[in-house]
């Protein structure tokens, strides 16, 4: 009578759960962005507009040279940034730059050049996007090509992963695309 039992409880179980079991798609965070408002900043190099939602770090840095993070505390996203003035090196800046930029080609997809120029105000800038679940999504350089030169890197702590970091990615490139463009040299 127990084996019938036990056989009868096992019959039950295996064929008692007959809804098939579905997962639930991924869903994304959903970001809340403050509205779009700049503060003009001044620099050892020049000034440039900065957001008011941005906190500004100082960091140290070698004697001549201006290294800052621009920090997104609420979203863990900061855009490091570095100023190095030109000693007959800008070749050298360039291509360290490149090679920064390239070395993610192991894990992006595709790596995107969009050149910005302002020639009345000496501003000549290459934003890269990078594309792909990489380290940094967005780097850029910008130079008057005779005295001064920056470099920056978006970064976002956290795992990548540009499907659902997009929105915080796009927001934070209208920001430096805002920089470059209100940027004026010393």
Same mark, same amino acid.
């Given at each position: 009578?127990?084996?019938?039992?036990? #056989?009868?409880?096992?019959?039950?179980?295996?064929?008692?759960?007959?809804?098939? &079991?579905?997962?639930?798609?991924?869903?994304?965070?959903?970001?809340?962005?403050?509205?779009?408002? &700049?503060?003009?900043?001044?620099?050892?190099?020049?000034?440039?507009?900065?957001?008011?939602?941005?906190?500004?770090?100082?960091?140290?840095?070698?004697?001549?040279?201006?290294?800052?993070?621009?920090? &997104?505390?609420? /979203?863990?996203?900061?855009?490091?940034?570095? &100023?190095?003035?030109?000693?007959?090196?800008?070749?050298?800046?360039?291509?360290?730059?490149?090679?920064?930029?390239?070395?993610?080609?192991?894990?992006?997809?595709?790596?995107?050049? $969009?050149?910005?120029?302002?020639?009345?105000?000496? #501003? /000549?800038?290459?934003? /890269?996007?990078?594309?792909?679940?990489?380290?940094?999504?967005? $780097?850029?350089?910008?130079?008057?090509?005779?005295?001064?030169?920056?470099?920056?890197?978006? /970064?976002? $702590?956290?795992?990548?992963?540009?499907?659902?970091?997009?929105?915080?990615?796009?927001?934070?490139?209208?920001?430096?695309?805002?920089?470059?463009?209100?940027?004026?040299?010393?």
């Amino acid at each position: 009578m127990l084996k019938i039992l036990n #056989v009868a409880l096992i019959m039950l179980l295996l064929t008692g759960c007959a809804d098939d &079991y579905v997962p639930r798609p991924t869903g994304y965070i959903r970001f809340s962005f403050p509205e779009k408002q &700049y503060e003009n900043f001044s620099a050892p190099f020049g000034s440039f507009e900065k957001p008011t939602y941005m906190i500004l770090k100082p960091k140290e840095s070698p004697k001549g040279e201006f290294w800052f993070d621009l920090l &997104y505390p609420r /979203y863990g996203v900061s855009i490091h940034v570095s &100023y190095k003035p030109i000693q007959k090196n800008l070749f050298q800046l360039l291509e360290d730059t490149h090679y920064y930029v390239y070395k993610h080609t192991v894990k992006a997809t595709a790596i995107e050049e $969009q050149l910005v120029t302002f020639p009345g105000k000496r #501003v /000549y800038s290459t934003i /890269y996007q990078l594309r792909g679940n990489v380290a940094t999504n967005v $780097q850029f350089s910008v130079t008057d090509s005779t005295q001064h030169f920056i470099r920056g890197s978006l /970064y976002i $702590q956290g795992r990548p992963n540009e499907d659902s970091l997009k929105p915080i990615i796009d927001f934070a490139r209208q920001d430096i695309e805002q920089m470059i463009r209100t940027l004026a040299w010393k």
